[in-house]
């Protein structure tokens, strides 16, 4: 029986303008979801709500037995830490570094070894060794989802993680995502603009007048 690893309550969330309220959805174990909608209609907002980053108006959110938003900080960095990766919108690399000195940290700070693997799955082993900031935007991107990986997270956040890349390179790292939950028992929320990669999740969540509905 799958268990759930996420379970959101009720949330809501406004800026200069309400972006959504009675927001519920949980994230299985092996679950993977998908999160569509126009640009600007939160999509980004509650991800990182839902990872622990920014607090919601109202509701709540479970992470792995946690109330996220009543636990002291130290816990929640912790959880942050080790048990969740998040794929930004826009990849927070070190960029004078190295990729690989980049996936170091993560790993590092996750206690966890690097599986080195990972770099040849996602075609950027020739590369890695290569300062960040010599590096194609679609292979930063890459970079990003090695280096999240690498901290064997049970919860994977990623935000447009195929934004900047072509269709092959898309589906590679979709199957690398789905690869890594099915065999983790992890959790995927993945925000995306494209439906050949939200389908491939298995639920497909639409944000749309300000409510989070399901998809077919
Ligand atoms: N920290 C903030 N302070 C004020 N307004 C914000 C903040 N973060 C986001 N917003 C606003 O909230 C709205 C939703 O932003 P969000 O990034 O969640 O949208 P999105 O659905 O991810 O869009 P996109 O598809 O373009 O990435 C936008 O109008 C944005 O300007
Ligand atoms: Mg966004």
Known sequence: MSKALLIAKNLSHKFDYLLYKNVSLSINTSQSIAVMGRSGSGKSTLLHTLAGLIEPLEGSVEMLGYDLYNISESQKELLRREKTGIVFQQHYLFKGMSGRGNVEIASMLAKQNIDESIFKFLQIEKVIDQKVSKLSGGQQQRVSLARVLSKRPKLIFADEPTGNLDVESSKLVMEVLLDYVAKN????????????????????????????????
Not at 196 to 205: E, G, P, W
């Open 185 to 216: 028992r992890a959790g995927l929320l993945i925000v995306t603009h494209d439906i050949d990669i939200a389908k491939r999740c298995d639920r497909v969540y639409y944000l749309k007048e300000h409510r989070l509905i399901k998809g077919d």
